[in-house]
């Protein structure tokens, strides 16, 4: 068999997947995979896949917890976390063998191992390096990059002494009291599950609000809502946080509380949430002239070109959207172009829905309230909002709160920011993302109908 290729993916992650297939079973490109980890990557792995499981066996959780408001004597034992890791690590073993017969089917050829990229002459040398030792080199006319990110460690003593999001899903035990570190998406993600699952919660972060990203309405109802449930947020903790290691077993965090004074923390285990880094070094970039930035994210144009002509760059590796749909969607597009001949196909990376597994979920798409004063003046702007309690929690005494945002701007009043919390929230935001990606306004909403009873129908009659 040749080894050359139309098209080497360097990189099996979603976004690497998606673009070699549809280049091999769509266009007939003869197209190859090379990975030096799981078939999946991070999503599959240790991401978004069993993520969404563990979050699953948390609303199981505190559905357990509410029964009796519904009339159900509910006697339950404790959460076998062993059990179902077991479960849920089969599931993802499950998927990966659906991967490898998915390329089997396109007719993509894999290789296992470390890709480093050359140049020779016109074509582009793919050494595929094996833990042993052992090189195998390919040849490719065009070269994608989707080598995705990794979860990084702060550069403080005992830092090795946590673990990261990828240790947390090799946890065979569940920590009965841990601290996570990190205001984002994953740390909030992470404190929500432990929480509901019942381990004792705290979390570490430098504002006094989580997800800071989001729009405001998202960040305090969230925080407000943990703090109620009872996690125990740090705030404005801004000093480096050192680890050391107890007889106990235990894990000592030092810190500087946001009073200015020095604390300590003892906890069964530190997981670290404070951002990812692309895998880009030592793979060759630098030495064939790819433009990075300091941070090694990869500088593309809007059709994923690199500074290298025929090198492409997608998904965690460029300083873009990082989210799983988006590396899928930005490989399919450029396929469709270079091998499809589909002039101008690009993804736009506006108006992308997102959605925060917390508990309660969130959703969002578009300009939070900040971001469109900023973009378009205060004068521009015009907001819509609501709080209250869904019917789900009719005879709960705990409340759990339901709150969505609608920004606007313009006398059309076009909708430019969708922000929803409360239950659900991941799967409206899809539907709801739609019509804002389609340019709808106020009025578009208003127009239409909705459906009682539900909290969505709120979305539909803001005032």
Not at 126 to 140: F, H, L, M, N
Not at 161 to 189: C, D, H, M, R, W
Request: glycine share 10%; with cysteine.
């Amino acid at each position: 068999m040749s080894n050359k290729f139309d098209l080497v993916v360097i990189g099996g992650g979603s976004g690497g997947l998606a673009t070699a297939r549809r280049a091999a079973g769509v266009y007939g490109a003869r197209a190859a995979i090379v990975e030096c980890g799981p078939i999946g990557g991070t999503c599959v792995n240790v991401g978004c896949v069993p993520k969404k499981v563990m979050w699953s066996a948390a609303a199981m959780a505190e559905s357990i917890k509410q029964a009796p408001g519904y009339g159900f004597d509910v006697t339950s034992k404790p959460f076998n976390w062993p059990e179902f890791v077991a479960k849920r690590t089969a599931y993802i073993h499950r998927l990966n063998g659906i991967y490898f017969k998915n390329l089997e089917n396109d007719k993509v050829t894999y290789f296992h191992g470390k890709g480093y990229v050359r140049k020779e002459d016109d074509l582009f040398l793919v050494d595929v390096r094996q833990e042993d030792g052992s090189v195998s080199t390919i040849k490719a006319d065009r070269v994608v990059i989707a080598t995705g990110s990794y979860p990084i460690l702060p550069k403080t003593p005992g830092a090795e002494l946590g673990i990261t999001s990828n240790g947390f899903f090799e946890l065979t035990e569940q920590p009965k009291t841990v601290l996570v570190v990190g205001a984002g998406y994953i740390g909030v993600e992470l404190s929500g599950m432990l929480h509901a699952l019942g381990s004792e919660t705290h979390l570490m972060i430098r504002g006094d609000t989580v997800l800071r990203s989001f729009d405001e309405m998202i960040q305090t109802t969230i925080t407000e809502t943990y703090e109620k449930e009872g996690i125990k947020i740090h705030t404005e903790v801004t000093k480096p946080i050192a680890l050391s290691q107890l007889d106990s077993g235990k894990t000592l965090a030092s810190y500087v509380d946001k009073d200015g004074k020095a604390s300590t923390l003892e906890v069964d285990k530190v997981i670290w949430a404070i951002g990812r880094a692309p895998h880009t070094r030592s793979i060759g970039l630098e030495e064939i002239g790819v433009k990075m930035d300091e941070t090694g994210y990869i500088e593309v144009d809007k059709y994923q070109n690199t500074s290298v002509p025929n090198l492409y760059a997608l998904g965690d590796v460029v300083k873009l959207v990082h989210l799983t749909p988006v590396a899928i969607a930005a490989g399919r597009r450029l396929v469709d172009r270079v091998f499809g001949g589909v002039k101008d196909r690009h993804l736009d990376y506006d108006n992308i829905p997102s959605a925060i597994f917390s508990h309660p979920e969130a959703g969002s798409v578009g300009l939070s309230e900040k971001a469109a004063i900023e973009k378009f003046g205060k004068d521009q702007v015009k907001v819509y909002k609501t709080k209250f309690n869904g019917m789900y929690y009719a005879v709960l005494e705990e409340k759990i709160p339901t709150a969505y945002k609608m920004v606007c701007v313009g006398p059309e009043e076009k909708v430019v920011g969708l922000h929803l919390v409360g239950d659900a929230s991941a799967e409206l935001i899809q539907g709801f993302g739609v019509a804002v990606k389609m340019g709808a306004t106020k009025e578009d909403f208003d127009n239409t109908v909705a459906v009682h009873p539900t909290s969505a129908e709120e979305v539909v009659t803001l005032k």
